[in-house]
């Protein structure tokens, strides 16, 4: 019976689902269905918050291991820029393997430091 309340009272709630969360994305990086960039979105309310959307769950990075969030990250994660002059080859590495596989869009670095 408990349980069947607790149960009743998720589904009431607007609370997100399993493998999910909700996180602020300040910019969306639009691309076509080839993998084009079109353009940078902005989904900034002001200077420190921006809008909340439901995506999977964070993916925890403990130690060297450099795993991808699904469809979402931080900008210099996605882009590939170095998080201080002693970036490792191991990082840099992963983010030419990204290029490859064309998960990060050719001279996307360029367009986003234009806009």
């Known amino acids: 019976m408990i349980l069947k309340a607790l ?4 589904d009431r709630c607007d ?15 639009v ?27 964070t993916v925890i990075r403990s130690g060297g291991k450099y795993v991808a969030n699904y469809l979402w990250d931080n900008c210099k994660y996605v882009l ?10 191991r ?3 992963f983010v030419e393997r990204q290029v490859n596989y064309g998960i990060v869009l050719v001279n996307l670095k360029k367009i986003f ?3």
């Open 7 to 10: 149960c009743d009272y998720y």
């Open 31 to 57: 691309i076509n269905t080839e993998g084009q960039f079109i353009r940078i979105d902005s989904q900034m309310i002001d200077n420190k918050s921006a809008n909340l959307f439901l995506v999977a769950k």
């Open 113 to 115: 430091l234009s806009c």
């Open 80 to 89: 590939g820029f170095p998080e201080d002059k002693g970036a490792t080859l």
């Open 91 to 93: 990082k840099q590495k």
């Open 15 to 29: 609370l997100p689902k399993k493998g999910t969360e909700q996180k602020e994305i300040g910019y969306l990086i």
